[in-house]
Nanobody, 122 residues
Framework: QVQLVESGGGLVQPGGSLGLSCRAS????????MAWYRQAPGKQRDLVAV???????NYADSVKGRVTISRDSAKNTVYLQMNSLKPEDTAVYYC????????????????WGQGTQVTVSS
């Protein structure tokens, strides 16, 4: 029904910057919240940042001041700009999108991207 394609991961040195993007396509009536999660090896998947349809954003304490989430609603795309990266930011990053598939609010579902690896290392 809905496909999410992520891009932008890679290897970066500590203190560096990296940008991620995630584009949604398919059967979409309306996109509500868009978010980024991350999962480090052996750990649970945690919320990094979320942005509402109105543009209000919230961040995990661990990334506040270093990360910015934004969205382009016309392109059904969410972005994550990460600065001053630390080794502990190393993880697989997943986008998560809350999509109303049809005119009925009952059709609202959450979809996940395939994940993109971010490695912060010298």
């Amino acid at each position: 029904q809905v496909q999410l394609v992520e891009s932008g991961g890679g290897l970066v040195q500590p203190g560096g910057s990296l940008g991620l993007s995630c584009r949604a396509s398919g059967m979409i009536f309306r996109i509500n919240a868009m978010a980024w999660y991350r999962q480090a090896p052996g750990k649970q998947r945690d919320l990094v940042a979320v942005i509402s349809s109105g543009g209000t954003s919230n961040y995990a304490d661990s990334v506040k001041g270093r990360v910015t989430i934004s969205r382009d609603s016309a392109k059904n795309t969410v972005y994550l700009q990460m600065n001053s990266l630390k080794p502990e930011d190393t993880a697989v990053y997943y986008c998560n999108v809350d999509v109303q598939v049809t005119r009925s609010v009952l059709s609202t579902r959450q979809f996940w991207g395939q994940g993109t690896q971010v490695t912060v290392s010298s």
